[in-house]
């Protein structure tokens, strides 16, 4: 277990994760099947080299999922209770096959629930795809969690 007690966070704080992952044409394509998402914008090459982007996109929610789950080591792994909402999904840039993303959170919000076992906090997460030059945000949300405290863990 590698995750942050709901005391271990700080509002202020922001988080470099370190993992970093390159999105293949297969983790867009079996995201799409499973979620039976079958915009072609996704899946038809001929269909998206006509469009403003000349080439498929990779699914926003697979992005947004994966920046997700980049973040699980040093935030909540083993210290959660449940997520508990994502609001203020922006996409400003595209994601393509190929493209390697970098996630970063900051604490922006914690409170302690009302039986004092637990806590609420709120982290602002950023998603980059790396680039030669700056890395350019492609998706950004706020993720509300409910957190253990440390003296109320199992």
């Known amino acids: 277990m590698t995750g942050l007690y709901y005391e271990e966070f700080e509002v202020g704080e922001t988080i470099e994760h370190e993992k970093r992952r390159t999105i293949s044409e297969r983790d867009n394509q079996q ?10 914008l996704h899946l038809d090459a001929e269909f998206a080299a006509e ?3 000349g080439e498929r996109l990779v699914n926003g929610l697979y992005t947004m999922s994966l920046a997700v789950g980049l973040t699980i080591p040093e935030t909540t792994d083993g210290t959660i209770v449940a997520n508990l909402s994502y609001d203020n999904v922006e996409h400003p840039n595209p994601v393509f096959h190929g493209d390697t993303i970098r996630v970063q959170s900051t604490v922006t919000d914690k409170r302690e629930t009302s039986d004092g076992g637990r806590g609420v906090v709120t982290m602002h997460v950023e998603v980059f795809k790396l680039t ?18 440390r003296d109320h863990a199992e």
């Open 132 to 149: 030669d030059s700056d890395d350019l945000l492609v998706c950004e949300f706020d993720r509300t969690v409910l957190s253990l405290r």
């Open 51 to 53: 469009t403003e982007f």
């Open 31 to 40: 995201f799409c099947d499973m979620t039976m998402n079958q915009q072609p």
